[in-house]
């Protein structure tokens, strides 16, 4: 078959394209990539002398022996690109460290030395190839044997491949195969017909397959700052850690990046991670430098000097302490910096992201200068391991109860209900809050648990009393993100309540827009299944996040609890007081009841009554309750409408003034003592007494 030209070139193009490619493409020095660079390189020498030996040599007539060495040189390297072909498999497949150790390394160079020793040996005396007197390239038989070493090279990576296959993706692995079986077909056709250069194209186009399939899964590189991402830190320290090398990592979290996010746009802020990475990537030396998301930057240094560190800080420091010019704007920066000592502080990518977390997420390390990681994590991760295990065996150990925090309502000026609140008690019996003990009960599942727990405990308190005694209209209870995420969850809270045979108006569930936002069409099934059965549906903390109007108008709320928050700032500036305004009003064009949380004092309690809110809970009324206390608080309630002749019968008439009511002094945030109950007791025998 004779020569021709194009299909080299073409080839050499595609090649040209791959090797340009991978160099403007954030590439990881990992070994797969190392290893497929190797590969694309020598297959684009080889080519490239198969068009040398046959373009120069058709044009110029040269000395036998500079052609010889042309030939030389061009079967030498057909000859070495299996190699790279091979290390690329060990390399995909995690296997390449067991190839150093073993005597394999041995195995896998020798048909190499003994290709160079044969094709050296042909420069002086005809041995595989030589040239006539017309430089005319003539094969002699022992050529073989080079190709025979070839396929030995092609069959080792296949078998390689095969035994590992599952440590590569399904799809790599199909790939990686028609690479090498369309290799082995292309080598034998090129055994046969030297002067073909179709074996040139074909490499090229299986090399080019495997840049833009295997090579191109692994996402790498930040699409905004276009530093390495989260995915290429794991890659490339995943090998440190395991061999527990000793180094320094850096932790730099922008603070309020939210709030200036929300605040600038998002153009801009784009526009500061640019910049600033820039600035990181350019000025430290001998560091790898990551971007792992909101402004969570990670430099990695190459060894274990404390010194070189410092002196990163102090370049960075001095940087932030002028503000960034972002287009027509300027903002000044302040980060929290941290240094992670690996792996005393951290040693896997997890632990590396957990510490940037608590970094970026605790307010106690708000412009603190730098916060060593091993100062940072030792009391809050201890803490949360602790709450981790009191939260499992919480259940089984009698630690948990629930409290009652009274609902008043505006209209018929009294308690008509309350909010049931989990407690946990420590082995110690001090209580742990809730917002301590939710999240990671949730990261645990043990929340699924807690919250059947707290509705089996609403359930079983209103089947034990006749609850329009108490002038109970409801008791609302909290639902957290995970259990809306389960698809069960309105059978079972029907089934629990028809087991207690719990009317369903009597209860009211509070779910968080975080809910909504989970897990849209489970929570959307399930809340029109519990609306369906009379269950009342409350959005809670509304205004503490995004405030998405969409899952008021599309979801089936009844009412919206308005967060603490919203409540206190509208008493602290005019704007705000007159959003809140604004928003109850909405809330009422839209047909829902509106709550107030967060009550502190009488002036709250009148505004929001002017403005419409239909109900109102906070420390003004009462704090949690536990559920002794809380019913005794209602018993005093319905004794002193009894005194005003307002009974609380179905219809009766509203109370002039709920603060006459003698509220059980209980103290603390229902975290504390059970001081309130003895109080109580002895309001109780007075009352007695007196009667
Ligand atoms: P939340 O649902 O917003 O509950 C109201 C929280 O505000 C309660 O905190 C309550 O004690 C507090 N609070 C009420 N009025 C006032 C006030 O006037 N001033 C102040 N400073 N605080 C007030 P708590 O009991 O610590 O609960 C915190 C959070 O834990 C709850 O926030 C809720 O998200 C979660 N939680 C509590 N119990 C449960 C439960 O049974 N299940 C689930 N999933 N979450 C629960
Ligand atoms: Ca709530
Ligand atoms: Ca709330």
């Given at each position: 078959m004779p020569y021709s030209l194009q299909y080299d070139i073409s080839g050499l193009l595609i090649l040209i394209v791959i090797i340009s490619l991978f160099y403007f493409k954030r590439t990881l020095p990992s070994y797969p990539n190392r290893t497929f660079a190797l590969l694309v390189i020598t297959i684009f020498l080889s080519v490239f002398f198969n068009l040398i030996r046959y373009a120069v040599f058709s044009y110029f007539s040269l000395s036998p022996s500079f052609a010889l060495w042309f030939y030389g040189l061009h079967l030498l390297l057909i000859s070495i690109v299996p190699v790279p072909f091979v290390l690329y498999i060990c390399a995909l497949t995690n296997t390449l460290d067991f190839l150093s150790r073993s005597k394999l390394r041995f195995l896998l160079l020798a048909p190499l030395l003994i290709n160079i020793i044969l094709t050296a040996v042909s420069f002086k005396y005809p041995l595989i190839f030589t040239v006539d007197e017309n430089n005319v390239y003539i094969r002699l038989p022992q050529v073989y044997i080079i190709y025979f070493f070839m396929f030995c090279y092609l069959a080792a990576g296949f078998v390689i491949l095969i035994k590992n296959r599952r440590s590569v993706p399904k799809m790599s692995v199909h790939i990686i195969f028609l690479f090498s079986v369309t290799s082995f077909i292309s080598s034998l056709f090129q055994m046969y017909f030297p002067d073909s250069s179709m074996h040139s194209l074909i490499i090229s186009l299986n090399v080019l397959i495997v840049s833009l399939t295997v090579q191109k899964s692994e996402d790498t590189s930040d699409a905004i700052t276009g530093l390495y991402n989260q995915t290429a830190f794991e890659a490339m320290n995943f090998k440190r850690f395991v061999g527990g090398e000793k180094f320094h990592i850096l932790g730099i979290v922008f603070d309020d990046l939210p709030f200036l996010t929300s605040t600038l746009g998002m153009r801009h802020i784009h526009e500061l991670l640019k910049q600033s990475s820039a600035f990181l990537k350019n000025t430290l030396k001998n560091v790898d430098v990551y971007h792992f998301n909101d402004g969570k930057f990670c430099i990695a240094f190459r060894n274990n000097d404390l010194e070189a560190v410092y002196e990163c800080i102090d370049a960075i420091k001095e940087r932030f302490v002028h503000p960034w010019k972002l287009n027509s704007i300027e903002v000044k920066i302040f980060p929290r910096i941290s240094i992670i000592s690996c792996p005393k502080d951290a040693d896997s990518t997890e632990t590396v992201i957990e510490l940037f977390e608590l970094l970026s997420s605790d307010d106690k390390y708000k412009q603190e200068g730098v916060i060593l990681a091993s100062s940072m994590d030792t009391a809050i991760r201890k803490r949360s391991a602790y709450i981790d295990r009191t939260v499992k065996n919480a259940i089984s150990e009698g630690l948990l109860d629930v409290f009652y925090q009274p609902i008043y309502c505006t209209k018929q000026k009294r308690i008509i209900g309350a909010e049931a609140l989990i407690r946990m008690k420590d082995e110690r019996g001090k209580y742990i809050s809730p917002e301590e003990f939710i999240p990671i009960a949730e990261k645990n599942g043990t929340i699924l648990r807690l919250g059947e727990f707290v509705f089996e405990k609403v359930c079983r308190l209103l089947s034990e009393i006749k609850p329009e005694d108490f002038g109970i209209q409801k008791i609302d209870i909290n639902l957290s993100v995970v259990q809306c995420m389960q698809e069960t969850l309105a059978d079972q809270i029907l089934n629990i309540a028809s087991l207690y045979r719990i009317p369903s108006s009597l209860l009211n569930l509070e779910i968080t827009e975080t809910a909504a936002a989970y897990s849209q069409d489970t929570l959307k099934s399930n809340m029109n299944k519990l609306s369906v059965a009379g269950i009342e549906l409350s959005l809670d903390d509304y205004g503490s996040g995004y405030s998405n109007i969409g899952y008021m108008i599309n979801l089936p709320f009844d009412m919206i609890k308005i967060d603490k928050s919203i409540v206190w700032n509208a008493f602290l500036d005019d704007k705000s007081y007159t959003a809140l305004a604004f928003t109850i009003s909405m809330i009422n064009a839209l047909k829902m009841t509106v709550l107030a949380e967060g009550i502190e004092t009488k002036e709250q309690a009148d505004s929001l009554t002017s403005l419409g809110c239909h109900f109102l809970q906070g420390y003004y009324f009462s704090e949690p309750l536990p559920k002794d206390v809380f019913l005794q608080l209602l018993h005093h309630q319905n004794i002193e409408l009894k005194a005003q002749g307002l009974i609380f019968e179905k219809g009766a008439k509203p109370a002039e003034?709920?603060?006459?009511i003698k509220k059980p002094?209980?103290?603390?945030?229902?975290?504390?003592?059970?001081?309130g109950i003895e109080e109580l007791e002895e309001l109780d025998s007075i009352e007695e007494a007196d009667a």
């Amino acid at each position: 078959m004779p020569y021709s030209l194009q299909y080299d070139i073409s080839g050499l193009l595609i090649l040209i394209v791959i090797i340009s490619l991978f160099y403007f493409k954030r590439t990881l020095p990992s070994y797969p990539n190392r290893t497929f660079a190797l590969l694309v390189i020598t297959i684009f020498l080889s080519v490239f002398f198969n068009l040398i030996r046959y373009a120069v040599f058709s044009y110029f007539s040269l000395s036998p022996s500079f052609a010889l060495w042309f030939y030389g040189l061009h079967l030498l390297l057909i000859s070495i690109v299996p190699v790279p072909f091979v290390l690329y498999i060990c390399a995909l497949t995690n296997t390449l460290d067991f190839l150093s150790r073993s005597k394999l390394r041995f195995l896998l160079l020798a048909p190499l030395l003994i290709n160079i020793i044969l094709t050296a040996v042909s420069f002086k005396y005809p041995l595989i190839f030589t040239v006539d007197e017309n430089n005319v390239y003539i094969r002699l038989p022992q050529v073989y044997i080079i190709y025979f070493f070839m396929f030995c090279y092609l069959a080792a990576g296949f078998v390689i491949l095969i035994k590992n296959r599952r440590s590569v993706p399904k799809m790599s692995v199909h790939i990686i195969f028609l690479f090498s079986v369309t290799s082995f077909i292309s080598s034998l056709f090129q055994m046969y017909f030297p002067d073909s250069s179709m074996h040139s194209l074909i490499i090229s186009l299986n090399v080019l397959i495997v840049s833009l399939t295997v090579q191109k899964s692994e996402d790498t590189s930040d699409a905004i700052t276009g530093l390495y991402n989260q995915t290429a830190f794991e890659a490339m320290n995943f090998k440190r850690f395991v061999g527990g090398e000793k180094f320094h990592i850096l932790g730099i979290v922008f603070d309020d990046l939210p709030f200036l996010t929300s605040t600038l746009g998002m153009r801009h802020i784009h526009e500061l991670l640019k910049q600033s990475s820039a600035f990181l990537k350019n000025t430290l030396k001998n560091v790898d430098v990551y971007h792992f998301n909101d402004g969570k930057f990670c430099i990695a240094f190459r060894n274990n000097d404390l010194e070189a560190v410092y002196e990163c800080i102090d370049a960075i420091k001095e940087r932030f302490v002028h503000p960034w010019k972002l287009n027509s704007i300027e903002v000044k920066i302040f980060p929290r910096i941290s240094i992670i000592s690996c792996p005393k502080d951290a040693d896997s990518t997890e632990t590396v992201i957990e510490l940037f977390e608590l970094l970026s997420s605790d307010d106690k390390y708000k412009q603190e200068g730098v916060i060593l990681a091993s100062s940072m994590d030792t009391a809050i991760r201890k803490r949360s391991a602790y709450i981790d295990r009191t939260v499992k065996n919480a259940i089984s150990e009698g630690l948990l109860d629930v409290f009652y925090q009274p609902i008043y309502c505006t209209k018929q000026k009294r308690i008509i209900g309350a909010e049931a609140l989990i407690r946990m008690k420590d082995e110690r019996g001090k209580y742990i809050s809730p917002e301590e003990f939710i999240p990671i009960a949730e990261k645990n599942g043990t929340i699924l648990r807690l919250g059947e727990f707290v509705f089996e405990k609403v359930c079983r308190l209103l089947s034990e009393i006749k609850p329009e005694d108490f002038g109970i209209q409801k008791i609302d209870i909290n639902l957290s993100v995970v259990q809306c995420m389960q698809e069960t969850l309105a059978d079972q809270i029907l089934n629990i309540a028809s087991l207690y045979r719990i009317p369903s108006s009597l209860l009211n569930l509070e779910i968080t827009e975080t809910a909504a936002a989970y897990s849209q069409d489970t929570l959307k099934s399930n809340m029109n299944k519990l609306s369906v059965a009379g269950i009342e549906l409350s959005l809670d903390d509304y205004g503490s996040g995004y405030s998405n109007i969409g899952y008021m108008i599309n979801l089936p709320f009844d009412m919206i609890k308005i967060d603490k928050s919203i409540v206190w700032n509208a008493f602290l500036d005019d704007k705000s007081y007159t959003a809140l305004a604004f928003t109850i009003s909405m809330i009422n064009a839209l047909k829902m009841t509106v709550l107030a949380e967060g009550i502190e004092t009488k002036e709250q309690a009148d505004s929001l009554t002017s403005l419409g809110c239909h109900f109102l809970q906070g420390y003004y009324f009462s704090e949690p309750l536990p559920k002794d206390v809380f019913l005794q608080l209602l018993h005093h309630q319905n004794i002193e409408l009894k005194a005003q002749g307002l009974i609380f019968e179905k219809g009766a008439k509203p109370a002039e003034e709920m603060n006459h009511i003698k509220k059980p002094s209980f103290t603390g945030t229902g975290y504390g003592s059970l001081a309130g109950i003895e109080e109580l007791e002895e309001l109780d025998s007075i009352e007695e007494a007196d009667a």
